[in-house]
């Protein structure tokens, strides 16, 4: 199977809810969808009247996120993107981690950074910043381009980033202030919203602590989908690259969260660099969520 540079793949599972469990005794694979657009613009100057279409009307055309090219800084970029789509028609599709300071600064320029072609749906557009304010105006200037779905990151172990416990991973450690921020961003748009994270930070690499940090964001927030990249990041003496490697998987960090949080949507990350790959996580996960079941 052909692999590119860079290409990262992610698959993601989990139930509706956790009565269709109790009563079917099944799993099922899906994503709900709000208010979406039917058109998405190279330019929003271009097309005004055709920004926001009924409710449901995009959701018809877009499989469920089964597996997605993971957010990467200076890889998923438009052309990347472009590419990504002529191998696969249903892949979810991220851009990279937009700083939202960017967005709000550059407010009279947008189509710069934001604007994406039509084909590139369904695609999340990531953002990342520490900022409630300028999250929430990011994620309403972003609006106008009709994203599918609004991704926080909460999982970049780049010393810019994270460093001085700016954003990024470093946000893991302030589950209270991620909820906060993911209440203002899901104010601020009609589309779902979800939080892409490690397992841990440093010595903060429990499991326990990791589902503090779900439980927390999920109860306090809207948020129902995060996306674990499933190693923990080392924010001292070693590069973002190495952080990619260096950890060790704890793939069943994952499974456990399956396991104690079924009424959440979570999407397994890390390691996963072919489509053979991915469904061999598939299977496992749905092994795991059997055996786990307490009514199978």
């Known amino acids: 199977m052909m692999k590119l540079a860079g290409y990262s793949l992610a698959v993601s599972f989990a139930p509706i809810s956790s009565n269709v469990v109790k009563s079917n005794k099944r799993f099922t694979v899906g994503i709900s969808h709000r208010n979406r657009c039917s058109y998405r613009l190279f330019s929003t100057h271009a097309q005004k009247h055709q920004l926001h279409e009924k409710?449901?009307?995009v959701a018809r055309y877009h499989l469920p996120p089964w597996f997605s090219v993971a957010p990467m800084m200076d890889w998923t970029d438009h052309h990347y993107r472009t590419l990504a789509r002529l191998i696969s028609k249903h892949a979810w599709l991220y851009t990279e981690m937009l700083a939202a300071e960017t967005i709000v600064h550059q407010k009279d320029n947008l189509d710069r950074f934001l604007a994406y072609s039509p084909d590139q749906h369904?695609?999340?557009l990531q953002i990342g910043g520490s900022n409630i304010e300028n999250l929430a105006k990011a994620t309403e200037l972003a609006n106008a381009y009709c994203y599918d779905e609004i991704n926080?990151?909460?999982?970049?172990?780049?010393?810019k980033v994270a460093g001085h416990g700016c954003f990024g991973v470093s946000?893991?450690?302030n589950p209270k202030f991620v909820a906060e921020a993911m209440s203002?961003?899901?104010?601020?748009?009609n589309v779902p919203v979800s939080v892409k994270c490690r397992i841990g930070v440093d010595d903060h690499d429990s499991y326990n602590e990791l589902c503090d940090f779900i439980y927390q964001v999920s109860s306090l927030s809207p948020t129902k989908h995060f996306i674990i990249h499933s190693r923990k990041a080392l924010l001292n003496g070693i590069s973002p690259a190495e952080n990619r490697s260096i950890p060790p998987l704890k793939y069943e960090y994952f499974y456990g969260l399956l396991r104690d949080f079924p009424d959440l949507r979570f999407t397994i990350n890390g390691g996963i660099t072919s489509v053979d790959e991915e469904f061999s996580s598939t299977k496992a996960v749905l092994f795991i969520i059997t055996t786990h079941c307490p009514n199978s």
Do not use: F, K
């Open 55 to 57: 409710p449901g009307v």
């Open 122 to 124: 369904p695609i999340v």
């Open 152 to 159: 926080l990151n909460c999982g970049c172990p780049s010393p």
């Open 171 to 173: 946000l893991m450690l």
């Open 184 to 189: 203002a961003i899901a104010a601020s748009t």
